[in-house]
């Protein structure tokens, strides 16, 4: 069975931190990593990562898939308090099978 | 990406009563899933919704306790039957930005309770 792993399950920083969350998986077949986040209700989508595109950056958010390691790791810079939330990486396995299975994510909560 | 509206945003219902869910996108879109959270856990697709065809539901879950319409490309509904505590969770619908890319945009979710 597909599984996604998230680790740490909850983080505490102070502003200004910089915080690495990981996220691993065993998969039959892999096509790409998501990575999203979670405030209230919706998830927001953040980067997806393929073979062809293993490292993607936005802002103080960067993302970078181990193809080799099976995992992924989402890093935050300069962390604020508006980053606090659950953030949650998902895989999508081969093209005609766009079911993405989640892992149980990260809390992370920063403190002025 | 596409704008996704769900109704209703939050409700409380007694048990044994059932909640129909919808979920509007403000362009065609060729397949729509549904989700769902349970308090403290991540998400899990419920089924994946063709319009035209009947939905395709992942293990655990039955067409008789989550039937699912969508009547044309714009909009589905998920109804949540017979209702339990258990089933007080967050519903999600989503849907691919574009056929064949895996990016998936999430609805604003229904937080329902079940007393």
């Known amino acids: 069975e597909d599984k996604v792993v998230q680790s740490p399950l909850s983080l505490v920083v102070h502003e200004g931190d910089t915080v690495t969350l990981n996220c691993s998986y065993e998969v039959t077949n892999f096509r790409s990593l998501l990575w999203y986040k979670q405030e209230k209700k919706a998830p927001t989508f953040l980067f997806m990562l393929?073979?062809?595109?293993i490292e993607k950056k936005s802002g103080r958010l960067s993302s970078i898939l181990d193809k080799k390691e099976l995992s992924s790791i989402l890093n935050i810079t300069a962390t604020q308090t508006g980053d606090s939330a659950i953030y949650l990486c998902a895989f999508s396995p081969n093209f005609g099978n766009e079911k993405l299975t989640f892992g149980t994510g990260t809390r992370l909560t920063i403190i002025p | 990406s596409a704008v996704i509206s769900q109704k209703p945003s939050r409700d409380i219902c007694q048990r044994g009563t059932s909640l129909t869910i919808q979920c509007q996108v403000d362009s065609q879109v060729t397949m729509m899933f549904w989700y769902r959270q349970q308090p403290g856990q991540s998400l899990t697709l419920i089924a994946t919704?063709?319009?035209?065809?009947?939905?395709?539901?992942e293990s655990g879950f039955v067409i008789d306790k989550f039937p699912i319409s969508r009547p044309n490309l714009t909009f589905s509904t998920l109804t949540v039957s017979n209702m339990s505590p258990e089933d007080s969770s967050i519903y999600l619908c989503?849907?691919?930005?574009?056929?064949?890319?895996?990016?998936?945009?999430f609805g604003p979710g229904t937080r329902l309770t079940v007393l």
């Open positions: 919704a063709n319009q035209g065809s009947e939905a395709t539901y």
């Open positions: 393929t073979s062809s595109g």
């Open positions: 989503s849907v691919e930005r574009d056929r064949g890319y895996n990016e998936q945009f």
